[in-house]
């Protein structure tokens, strides 16, 4: 399946446009509940009134709300990128950790962004388990698993820990693109042959991913 996702998505890509650490980590506390899309519409400002952690740890929580607003949740990601940077500041020299034990004690940071900094900008071994992955990876016959946590060890047994970025990365292209959740285009899908779930009635699929 890797091999096979690898020829489809030979650019394994972060949609979420950055171009540094902080940046990124910023980006993925962002799109909790929200799409790439609309975080990178955002992005911008953000970064053209706090281009680092230094002035994102001062920033007025208030102004910080309204230019996050559109991307949901917004007093809790404001006040989850001001705890983000007080922490880099108090903890890291300003600087983004790279072990995951680090990066996940810093609010609004868990083991699918950390694993989304270590693998896409430090190339470093990580899995992120997003919705996409999840779903795919059941889909798949994968795993059994709901526990994002469970997904990522379960998965990250199968290849080599090189290979885990680009693979959570490319299932995250396949599961936007083709796979999707509602209406799996499996006529179009380079993994048809390999994917238990295509051998259901239509109306099964999208209930295989989560069953």
Known sequence: MAERLAVEYPEAICELVH??????LAATILSAQCTDARVNMVT???FARYPDPQTLARAN?????????????????????IGMAQGLLDRY???????????????GVGRKTGNVVRSVVFDLPGLPVDTHVGR???????TQQDDPVKVEHELGSFLPPAEWGD????????????????KPRCGECVLEDLCPSSL??????????TS
Request: aromatic share 6%; charged share 25%; net charge positive.
């Open 19 to 24: 171009t540094n650490a902080f940046e990124l």
């Open 93 to 107: 020299d300003a600087q983004v950790p790279t072990a995951l034990d680090d990066l996940v004690t810093l609010p």
């Open 136 to 142: 795919l990876a059941r889909r798949l016959g994968l």
């Open 200 to 209: 259901l009635p239509r109306s099964r699929r999208s209930a295989a991913a």
């Open 44 to 46: 911008p400002a953000l």
């Open 167 to 182: 693979f959570s990365l490319r299932t995250i292209l396949h599961g936007r693109r083709v796979c999707d959740a509602k």
């Open 61 to 81: 929580p208030t102004e910080l709300e309204e230019i996050i607003r559109s991307t949901g949740f917004f007093q809790t990601k404001a006040k989850n990128l």
